[in-house]
């Protein structure tokens, strides 16, 4: 079945440090991929997604391109803020209209 | 307001008794889910609700009852709560074929 794996964390950085958070996927066929991001007490919003490969997804500095034969999707950004610490979940959509979640990364940056 | 909302954002109840967490849409969405989210697992599917009157199982729909008699409602009701579904329950939603999911602010259950 569809599954995804993104990086153990916490992570922790200092402000305008480069940021790198892996995700690899298994799926049949050709699957959606997204980036959520949850800050604390809210649901998760959509970051950013690719539909096919090769494609760049991006928002507010983040970026991670669909990469079919590595099946990776690694989110990044150049220089993170205080504001940028959340939880960030990876997750897959392989058809059924149902998504497929990492269990999460939580990112602090610190001043 | 337009979007998804919760209620209640926050709920304790006892063992056994039964409690309902509702989920409301406004933008006409087809797709309706519930996920329960628990430290160590992510985010969980329940139950998904493909339109009006069509409901299915996710990964764990046991001690769980939904319904979706509108499109813009989806209640998730907990027939005898336990302390094991003591968790943080989120609802989303999405348009047909857009596959990206708009998540609700969550509803924290705490079963004593």
């Known amino acids: 079945g569809n599954s995804v794996t993104q990086m153990e964390g916490p992570v922790t950085l200092s402000e305008e440090a480069f940021l790198t958070i892996n995700c690899t996927y298994t799926?049949?066929?050709?699957?959606?991929l997204f980036w959520y991001v949850q800050y604390p007490g809210e649901g998760l919003q959509l970051l950013l997604k690719?539909?096919?490969?090769?494609d760049k997804g991006s928002n507010k500095g983040f970026e991670a391109t669909y990469r079919k034969e590595t099946t990776s999707f690694h989110l990044e950004k150049g220089s993170v803020q205080v504001s940028d610490s959340a939880v960030y979940f990876c997750?897959?959509?392989?058809?059924?209209?149902?998504?497929?979640f990492g269990k999460g990364t939580k990112l602090t940056v610190n001043p | 307001d337009a979007g998804i909302t919760q209620s209640p954002r926050y709920k304790i109840t006892e063992t056994g008794r039964q409690v309902t967490l509702m989920c409301h849409q406004t933008w006409s969405h087809s797709y309706m889910f519930w996920y329960r989210q628990d430290l160590g697992h992510g985010l969980r599917l329940i139950y998904y609700?493909?339109?009006?009157?069509?409901?299915d199982k996710g990964e764990v729909p046991d001690g769980y009852v939904v319904s979706r008699s509108k499109t813009e409602n989806f209640p998730l009701t907990l027939e005898s709560a336990t302390r094991s579904q003591t968790s943080v329950y989120f609802c989303?939603?999405?348009?047909?074929?857009?596959?990206?999911?708009?998540f609700g602010p969550g509803t924290r259950l705490t079963v004593t």
């Open positions: 690719a539909t096919k490969a090769d």
């Open positions: 989303a939603s999405s348009g047909r074929g857009y596959h990206e999911q708009y």
């Open positions: 609700s493909a339109a009006a009157d069509i409901t």
């Open positions: 799926a049949t066929g050709y699957p959606s």
């Open positions: 997750a897959l959509e392989g058809g059924s209209e149902k998504l497929v």
